[in-house]
């Protein structure tokens, strides 16, 4: 394991789990032959473990475009970083690119990093989310001095990535871990079954994420249950995600959560570790 307090997540993602962390840690097994993780989103349990050898995986290409180029040349990424300004009009070009095929399609991977990590540190609430039509549909944030750069964060998680054996995926979450194997680790963080109509926020994608996708991935966590890997899930305590893991072994823990449209309903909530070890 990687010991190196400068790394941390690059982007906020809808969900992220750096505050439940403590909780995490306690249930990650000590061996691990490789880390899965098939729901990246900003990779905060990633970024906390470390692991020497990791599929990781997101359907959001842009978000795992962001990855790459920080593996491959983040001092370009940094360079490209410095030319966006804070500042409402700016934001608003910025973020139409995705509605202009002529402008996007001919962004580098470079351009499309810079752009998407430049969005998530100025619009507001770090809140990325796609409308139906997959373009990024977030308002401007108004921060008096976001770090657009972090230059620090970006060297620490690129010199990671290049230490040691990550495999970068784009695909259905099944796909992702079609090559687990026995002394492997899975670790779900699927978009959340919703408390209420108004919680419901699948955003981050423009596929959506509904229950029937939910039934799905417990019936995957059932296979890698049957050939003995393990693997730990998180999701919100609703009456259907508790039933649907009956069978495993839940832990209710308490998370604070600020995405609901309701203000009244922000706060604690409870949300669930499923696991298939002791």
């Not at 899965?36 to 473990?49: H, K, N, Q, R, W």
């Not at 409402?88 to 470079?110: C, G, H, K, V, W």
Request: proline fraction near 4%; charge should be positive; include cysteine.
């Amino acid at each position: 394991m990687y010991d190196d307090k400068t790394i941390s997540p690059v982007v906020k993602w809808v969900g992220g789990k750096r505050q439940l962390l403590p909780e995490i840690r306690k249930y990650i097994p000590k061996r691990i032959s490789t880390y899965y993780e098939p729901f990246l989103g900003g990779g905060a349990v990633l970024f906390d473990i470390l692991p020497k050898k990791a599929v990781v995986n997101d359907v959001n290409s842009e978000l795992i475009n962001v990855y790459k180029v920080i593996r491959d040349d983040v001092e370009s990424l940094i360079n490209d970083l410095a030319k966006h300004k804070n500042e409402a009009d700016y934001y608003y070009e910025i973020r139409a690119y995705d509605r202009e095929p002529s402008i996007y399609n001919n962004l580098t991977d470079i351009e499309r990093a810079s752009r998407i990590l430049y969005l998530n540190k100025t619009c507001y609430n770090g809140l990325f989310r796609v409308n139906q039509a997959g373009q990024f549909n977030t308002p401007f944030g108004k921060y008096k001095n976001p770090n657009i750069q972090n230059a620090d964060t970006l060297r620490a998680v690129s010199e990671y990535f290049n230490k040691a054996n990550i495999k970068f995926l784009s695909t259905d979450f099944e796909e992702a871990v079609k090559g687990c194997r026995k002394g492997s680790f899975v670790y779900f963080d699927p978009p959340y079954d919703p408390v209420s109509d108004s919680a419901n926020f699948t955003g981050y994608a423009k596929s959506g994420f509904d229950r029937n996708e939910q039934v799905r991935l417990k019936k995957l966590c059932d296979k890698l249950n049957d050939r003995g890997i393990k693997f730990l899930l998180s999701n919100s305590s609703t009456e259907f995600i508790m039933d649907l893991y009956k069978d495993y072994k839940i832990e209710i823990i308490q998370a604070k959560r600020s995405i609901n449209s309701n203000g009244n309903d922000r706060g604690e909530v409870d949300e669930v570790l499923v696991r298939n070890y002791d």
